[in-house]
């Protein structure tokens, strides 16, 4: 059996008041996998993400014509599998309105599970990461299912508990399909043993609608609300909520009561200053711990092209800056876990950051 990289639990929340306070080590969730070094969301990028020392993996869920929940980033594979290139799938791409954006490409929901098995998952970010670009086509695409059952297997190979952190993508677009991922989520996390408060399992949305309507599905696991600057939950936008309107304190008592833990875009803790320098934190982490809620931002990659311009080193968009620096401040900040594409430069960052308590 492999040693473990860590001995973090991911059952325990950190709950952090401050850095003194903190009851247990800040959490690295691999966002996609260790999807800085492989294509994302394939068997071989959570592999390599435990092997570095990731207490989650975390898959993006939409779903197939035939009703099965699939690991990938959106509904529309162009960017993410070969389908581009495969004839027999050329009269396929269509024009859908997707939470009011119009998309162009080829959509999960129009493929079955049998047809989606042919295709081949391909680096997203090609340019900015050819060498995970260099494993296109090797790895197909994964089910839901297939990724619990590996985060099982994982556990056992390296001797520790492996955490698994769900994304259901554009639900309201699903169930205007006719799909219901809420209780298909539920059922297979029942099925695989994790829907507990106790299970290092955590279900994520940018929706409140259907981290709501989990409960009513049977979901008794937690449950975390994705934000982002100027964005809008696609649920509330008809109402104009938008997802600065969730963060404020009096908002972030309500959200307290469907839900665990926020997942703010990293700019909403510590904000770039107007030359794109790393600013001071703002009052965010602060107020959502008053509300008994756990923070865990998102994402943090290594490429100059994803740092702010005091953490880049050169002027390639493509090379590694300062990431361990960047994570570190956010670490201060009281944070309680980050999503990163590159696992080992986080769990780099956590052991500095440990080390300096």
Not at 66 to 84: C, F, M, N, Q, Y
Not at 117 to 136: I, M, Q
Not at 158 to 177: A, F, N, Q, T, V
Not at 292 to 306: H, I, K, M, Q, S
Request: glycine share 8%; hydrophobic share 40%.
């Amino acid at each position: 059996m492999r040693q473990p990289t860590t001995c973090h639990d991911p059952c325990a929340i950190p709950w952090a008041r401050s850095r003194r306070e903190r009851s247990a080590a800040p959490l690295i969730f691999a966002h996609r996998g260790a999807c800085g070094y492989r294509p994302e969301h394939t068997a071989a990028a959570y592999e390599l993400a435990v092997a570095m020392g990731a207490d989650y993996i975390e898959p993006d869920l939409v779903m197939t014509a035939d009703g099965v929940l699939v690991d990938r980033h959106e509904p529309d594979i162009s960017e993410t599998t070969d389908v581009a290139d495969r004839p027999e799938f050329a009269g396929r791409r269509r024009t859908k309105g997707v939470d009011g954006t119009v998309v162009t490409g080829w959509f999960v929901d129009d493929f079955t599970l049998e047809e989606l098995r042919t295709l081949r998952a391909t680096e997203r970010l090609g340019e900015l990461r050819p060498g995970s670009a260099r494993y296109d086509g090797r790895y197909p695409v994964m089910t839901f299912e297939d990724v619990l059952r590996q985060r099982a297997d994982l556990a056992r190979e390296y001797g520790r508990p492996i955490g698994i952190i769900p994304e259901i993508k554009h639900p309201s677009y699903l169930r205007e399909l006719g799909h219901h991922p809420e209780a298909e989520v539920t059922r297979l996390l029942e099925e695989h043993g994790l829907n507990d408060p106790g299970a290092a399992a955590w279900v994520q949305c940018f929706e409140p609608s259907a981290l709501q309507n989990l409960r009513t599905c049977g979901y008794r696991g937690h449950s975390l609300l994705l934000t982002e600057v100027g964005g809008a939950p696609f649920d509330l936008r008809a109402q104009g909520t938008t997802c600065a309107d969730l963060l404020t304190p009096a908002a972030l008592q309500d959200v307290a009561r469907w839900a665990d833990a926020v997942s703010p875009q990293k700019t909403q803790v510590i904000p770039w200053t107007t030359d794109g320098r790393l600013g001071e934190a703002t009052r965010l982490v602060a107020d959502a711990h008053a509300a008994g809620l756990a923070v865990f931002p998102w994402t943090f990659r290594a490429e100059n092209a994803f740092l702010p311009r005091d953490h880049r080193i050169g002027d390639d968009p493509a090379a590694h800056g300062r990431l361990v620096d960047e994570v570190v401040a956010h670490l201060d900040a009281g944070v309680d876990g980050i999503f990163c594409d590159h696992p080992d430069l986080c769990v780099e960052a956590r052991a500095q950051f440990l080390g300096g308590n």
